[in-house]
Structure formats: C-alpha cells, structure tokens
C-alpha cells in the first residue's frame, strides 16, 4: 500500500512597499516646516524691505521739494528787493542785516526800516523812501513768516491730505560799506495744508546763498554834479548852457545820522537849508548820505604818467603875473607871489623845478606871448606814449594871463599838491588863484580858444585837511566870471577831496565839483552840467571808461543783489 504525504509550507508576510520608521516621518515634517518658515520670513523680509524703500524714497522726494521750495524763496526774496520801480523800491534793506532780535517781541531790522521805527538803523542814502513798507501779502513780517509757494493740488499724490511748499527768511547778513557780499538763509518747508504746527512737517531745508551786492547810480541825472561835506551855496545854481534846469544832484556827506531830519526829506525849503542856500530850487537837488566819502583820485589815473624832468623827477609847475609894488610902495603881491617872484629867474610868470630841487627855472617849449602861457601837448609827459598826463601846481595866481593847455590829444590832470617825497617848501600857496581878466582852458593843439570839454582839463589833489570850513589854505580853488565868457575858469572838472572850491565873486563853470568845501559865501556858483554836446557826466564816464572799469558812480545810488559769490549750501532737518 503506497503511502502519500503532502507537506504545506507555512504562509509569507506581505512585505509593505516605501514604509519609513516613525522618526524619519517627523524630521520630515520639521524640515517642511523650517522651510516654510524661511520663506515666510524672505517674503516678510522683503516686504519689508520694499516699503522701506518706498518710505526713504517719500523721505527723499519730500527733501528735494524742500529745497526746491528754498529756492524757490530765495529768487522771489531777490525779485521782490530788485524790482526796478521807484514807488515799489526795496532795495534798500540789501544795505541792512536782518536776523531774529534777542528780544522776541521786537521787529526784526526790516521791519524797523521799512516801518520807519526809532529803532531803524540809518541808511547811507538817508533820504530814501520807505513809506512802501512791506509787501502787502504779508505785512509787518516779511519774509519772516512762513509763505505759502503753491495751492491747489497737491504736490504729490500719497492718498492722503494735500501737500504743498513753503519759504521763509531766516537771517540775511549785508556786506560791508554797502556793498560786496550779502549772505541770505531761506528756509524751505514741505508741509500738508491741514498742518499748523511749526514742528508739523515733511521736510525742511535751509539754504544758505552768497550774493553780491552793488550800489550803483541809475542814471546821469542822479550822479552827482556838486558833492562835499560842506556848503555855503547861497544864490548858486545848476543848469544847462541856456539857464534852464542842468542834469545832476547836490550829494551832502554828513558825518552822523541826526545831521538830517529824515522825516523833512520831502521839504525843499528844509533841503536847501542844509546846504545854507537861498535858491529855493536847490532843495530838489540835494540829496543826503552818510558817510559816502568823495571818489578818490584815481578815477582820474588811466596810466599815471606824471611830468617829469630829464632824469626822471616830477616837475612841479608855479604860475603867477602879479605886479611889482608901484612907486608908492604899496604892496600888491601876497607873500607866497612875492615868494615865487623871487625864486622865478628873470621875473617870468611861469616856473618848474623838480621834485628834490628848490631852483626854478623856465620850462622849453612853453609859449609866453601876448598874454598867454601856452603849454604844447608835447612839452609835458614828453617821450611817454600814455593816455594822460598828469602835472603838479604848487601855485598859480593869475591876473591878467590866459593859461591855455593842449589836451585834445590826451587829456590833463593838474594835481594841487605835491608828489611823493617832496620835502622842498618854497613857501608858495598850494592854491589857484584866476582873478578876472585870466583863464586857465583846455584847447586844442594849435588853437588859442577853449575847447570846451571840461572832462579834459580836470583839477584834482588828494591831499589837504578834512576839518576846513570857508578858509583860504592849500588845495583851494577860487575864480570869478558869471558866464562862461567871462569865466576864467569856464570849463574843468574840480575833484578836491580834502580841498575847498570858493569863488572870488560870482563866477560860472562848466562842470563838475566834487570837494571837501564847497563855499559860494564871496560870490555865487553857476554850475553849467549840461550842453548841446550832452551832459559833462556822460562824456567824462566815455572818456575816463569809468563804467568799464566797474565804477558805481558817485551820487543818489540804487542798491541791486546782481550775482552769486559762492557754492549754495544746504541743511537737513
């Protein structure tokens, strides 16, 4: 019997497919969760980082409006200051510091001026209308106070309330003597229209601007055609060639600002009392200045050829044609003519000597003939090749002699002093002395008649005493002739900053006079300043090239801020 046996094997676990052990599964989930944690905090970071960006961008743009806004201010502060109008003129507060008082509840120097306060400092030009004041968008404060730029809308769309700019002046510091550089502080602000406060704001940015600043003389009828610290002008006059009204002021230096009642500044009758005048059509003229001081010499100094001798030295020139004493024994000569007569060889009427030297001798080439010195163009200044010569007098008296120099050429400066380094004292007047019957001209070469050109022939010394009055001294300059044909001194410009100019009766003069003194207490003064060949201003400016050279000029000034003088700074705050 067969026997059969089946064996069964026991059964196989299914083995599970990508099973991991617990502890993987959770490193897992914690790497997920790092993972979406950096990216959360990139994206946050990011965010972050944009809307900061967008903040300092704002902050930046709002920055640039603040000083565009400074800017902005600073060009209508300077608009508002040179605005070329009489009746709107502020000019004038270029010539005055403006910065916050220590004392909060006092005007700023400004406000003072343009409100006529006592506490306004003085101007140089004294009589200067302020009576305009202030602008009037902003009275008693401007610009002081915060001014609004722009309005509508606003100047950058953020969604919320509407943003505009803002000015104001913080300090302004005036140059000195009037002029030169001026420093301006504006600030600019950028604030919402809804905000009041002054620490309410966007931005802010303070600019700080030089400038220079000039006074100039506007026109030739404001130069002045008679100037000098003081005056005795009685019945003296300005005109033109046929007696009507010349062109140009009377410009009175005084040393103080009480020497003129400002308030009086419209009274004629008080002006003409300040130069003792009688005319009551002066009073127009006269203007007013504190502390101006004379143009200085060198207005007159192109190339500075002096005359000299053969080895160099200034020459020094003495005139004089007094008679002897007659028979009666009766003196007739002064002591500084009897002086040079006795020093003059031969008795001649016309001397020189060089600088280190007492012994006078007659001048070559110098023409005396009936009754006339004439001095040829190439006598003096000779071997120079210049514009214009310039000659030392340290006498002239004349009685009967007629003075002619040739200066059509070049023109002639006859200074009334002695040069550098002089120390000879002839004891002679330092004076010119045209009595009637003399003249003492400009022509032109060969030509025995006045030329009539005043800009050439001028009279200068700057030398002499600050503290005379109506004396006979040194560096005085006296004439007579009431008309130009009479004159014997009918066409000169006579520049004596330290000098005195006083007539020996009433006397005329084409021209101009600029002096120290100016006394009409002997005879009166017919200033002729103008002809049918144009005013002796314009053609003395054309000749002298005194506009080229800068020169302001010399009488009622407008003060103007004309350019930067420097880099624009600017401050954030």
């Not at 800068?550 to 103007?560: A, D, I, K, L, Q």
Request: charged residues 20%.
């Amino acid at each position: 019997m067969t026997h059969s046996r089946h064996q069964r094997r026991s059964p196989v676990p299914p083995v599970a497919l990508h099973s991991k052990p617990r502890q993987e599964q959770g490193i897992a989930m914690m790497i997920t969760l790092m993972v979406g944690m950096l990216l959360l905090a990139a994206g946050t970071g990011l965010l972050s980082r944009m809307l900061m960006a967008r903040k300092l961008g704002a902050a930046e743009s709002y920055q640039q409006m603040a000083e565009a806004a400074a800017l902005n201010g600073f060009n209508r502060i300077l608009g508002t200051l040179n605005k070329n109008s009489e009746t709107d003129y502020r000019g004038y507060l270029l010539s005055v510091d403006n910065a916050e008082p220590v004392n909060s509840s006092d005007a700023w120097p400004w406000e003072t001026v343009a409100l006529s306060t006592d506490a306004a400092p003085p101007l140089e030009e004294l009589c200067t209308s302020t009576s305009n004041g202030l602008p009037a968008s902003a009275p008693n404060s401007w610009p002081r106070s915060q001014l609004q730029i722009t309005s509508g809308a606003s100047q950058r769309d953020d969604g919320r309330g509407a943003i505009q700019l803002y000015y104001r002046l913080r300090t302004y510091k005036s140059p000195e003597n009037t002029q030169g550089e001026g420093i301006f502080q504006v600030e600019g602000v950028v604030q919402r229209e809804n905000q009041t406060g002054d620490d309410d704001y966007l931005a802010r940015s303070l600019l700080t601007r030089s400038l220079y600043v000039q006074s100039i003389v506007a026109g030739a009828d404001n130069w002045a055609v008679m100037g000098g610290h003081h005056m005795q002008l009685g019945e003296s006059s300005i005109t033109d060639e046929n007696g009507g009204e010349g062109s140009g002021q009377i410009l009175l230096d005084v040393d103080t600002a009480t020497a003129v009642d400002v308030s009086r500044c419209s009274d004629n009758a008080y002006k003409t009392s300040l130069v003792n005048a009688t005319a009551s059509s002066l009073g127009a003229k006269v203007w007013p200045t504190l502390n101006r001081g004379l143009p200085l010499p060198s207005l007159f100094d192109q190339d500075g050829a002096v005359d000299s001798d053969d080895n160099g030295d200034p020459r020094l020139w003495s005139f004089d044609d007094s008679p002897e004493p007659d028979d009666a024994g009766t003196t007739v000569r002064t002591d500084a003519s009897a002086s040079f007569h006795s020093q003059c060889p031969n008795d001649e009427i016309v001397c020189v000597r060089s600088q280190n030297s007492s012994s006078f001798s007659t001048p070559a080439g110098v023409t005396v003939a009936n009754d006339a010195i004439t001095i040829h163009a190439d006598d003096i200044c000779r071997n120079q090749t210049s514009f214009e010569c310039h000659m030392y007098v340290e006498h002239l008296d004349l009685r009967n002699t007629r003075l002619l120099i040739e200066n059509s050429v070049r023109p002639v400066v006859l200074h009334l002093e002695k040069p550098l380094n002089d120390t000879i004292n002839p004891n002679l007047s330092g004076m010119i002395q045209l009595r009637s019957g003399s003249v003492l001209c400009g022509v032109n070469n060969d030509s025995s008649n006045c030329n009539q050109q005043p800009e050439r022939l001028v009279i200068s010394a700057g030398a002499g005493n600050t503290g005379m009055g109506c004396i006979n001294m040194p560096h005085t300059v006296r004439w007579e002739g009431d008309t130009l044909d009479t004159s014997s001194l009918p066409h000169a410009i006579v520049h004596l900053p330290r000098g005195i100019v006083r007539p020996l009766s009433d006397a005329a003069l084409n021209g101009v006079i600029w002096a120290h003194s100016i006394c009409a207490d002997n005879g009166d003064i017919q200033l002729i300043t103008s002809t049918s060949n144009g005013t002796v201003i314009r053609a003395a400016d054309t000749l002298w090239q005194w506009s080229d050279k800068g020169f302001p000029g010399y009488g009622r000034m407008v003060t103007r801020g004309i350019r930067g003088t420097g880099f624009d700074t600017f401050e954030r705050w």
